[in-house]
C-alpha cells in the first residue's frame, strides 16, 4: 500500500518513507509470556509478534508525519509512505513499488536497530535440500538408506562451508570486526511418512548469509559444489544426489554509498534529539534498503527504535527509544523535505 503526499509547490527533496507489514510465524504460543498478537505494555515495553520488527517503525513514520501537522507544518516536496510484503522472504513488495514507478530523491527505513545507522548489511541466500532415501521396515534398517539422516550429513557439511566464509569475511572492511557474520541455519525439516519405516525423502528449508561485493551466481555455485562433494562421501547418495531449489531470497549485501547529503541532513536530526554523531551498525540480516542503493541508485538509510526477540518468543519494542526515533524522523523529514505553515 502507498500513499503520497504531493505539495502544492515542490521546494525540498522527495522521500520514500517505508515499513513492512508482514511478520514471520509465532512458532508455540504456549512459549509465549503474552499472547503474540493481543500487544501488551508492561515496563515500557510494548510486547507482540511484530512490535519491534517492524510495525512500531512504520507507525513511528507515521507520527512523525503527525508531527509536522501538529506542528502547524507541512512538508514541500513528495512523501510516499509505503507499507509493503514479504520483507522476510524475498522483499518483492518493495521491489514491486519500485518496478511501479515508485521514487524519490531519499528512502528512509525505520527498522529497528537500536539507534545506529546500517552502514553495511549481509545478502541472504534461500535453498531447500530435497534428499531421498531407500525405505525399507525397520527391522532391516541396515539394508535401507534413511533420507532423514541423510540430510544431517549434507547439513553438517554446509556447516563447513559456513566457517570457510567466515574466514574469507575477516578481509571485508566492515564485517572483519564481527565474529561472525555469516549465518547457516537450517531453518526447517520435512521427512519421512511412519515411525516404524526408514524415510525415503527429507526437505531442508535453509539459510546462509553472504557479504557485499559476493557474487549471489558464485555462492550458489559453491553451495552447489559442497552440497555435491558431501553426497559423493556418503554411500546412498554418491549413486543418488540430493536435488536443490533456491527457495526464496537471493539477494546481495549492501553498503550504504553515495549518501553523504541524506546522511548529512538525518545527522542534524539525530543531534537534535540524540547529542553528537550516530554510530554505524554492520547488520548480518538484510533490508528492503539494498534494491533501492544497488537497483535504482536511491540513497536508502535505515534507523529506528531499539527491542529485542525478533523472531523469537516475547517480541517487544522499547517504547522509549520508539518515541526518541519518531523524533528523529520527523526532524529528518522537515530537513530533508522542508516545510512550511499550514
Known sequence: MVGTYRPASAVGKSLILQGHCDVVPTGPLEMWETPPFSPVVRDGRMYGRGACDMKSGTIGALYALDAIKAAGLRPTARIHFQSVIEEESTGVGALSTLQRGYRADACFIPEPTSGKMVRSQVGVIWFRLKVRGHPVHVFEAGSGSNAITAAFHLIQSLEKLEAQWNKRAKSDRHFKAVRHPINFNPGIIRGGDWASSV???????????????????????????????????????????????????????YELKDSAEA??????????????SVHDLVFTALTDTRFYGLNYNIPSLCFGASGAAMHGFNEYVDLDSLRKSTKATALFIAEWCGVEKL
Open 263 to 276: 546522511e548529512a541532513a538525518f545527522g542534524k536530526a539525530y543531534d537534535v534529539v540524540y547529542g553528537g
Open 199 to 253: 524415510p525415503a525423502w527429507c526437505d531442508v528449508d535453509c539459510r546462509i548469509a553472504i557479504l557485499p561485493g559476493w557474487s549471489v551466481a558464485d555462492c550458489q555455485a559453491e553451495i552447489l559444489s559442497h552440497v555435491a562433494a558431501a553426497a559423493r562421501d556418503h554411500r546412498f547418495l554418491s549413486n543418488n544426489p540430493p536435488d536443490m531449489e533456491w527457495s526464496g531470497f537471493l539477494s546481495e549485501g
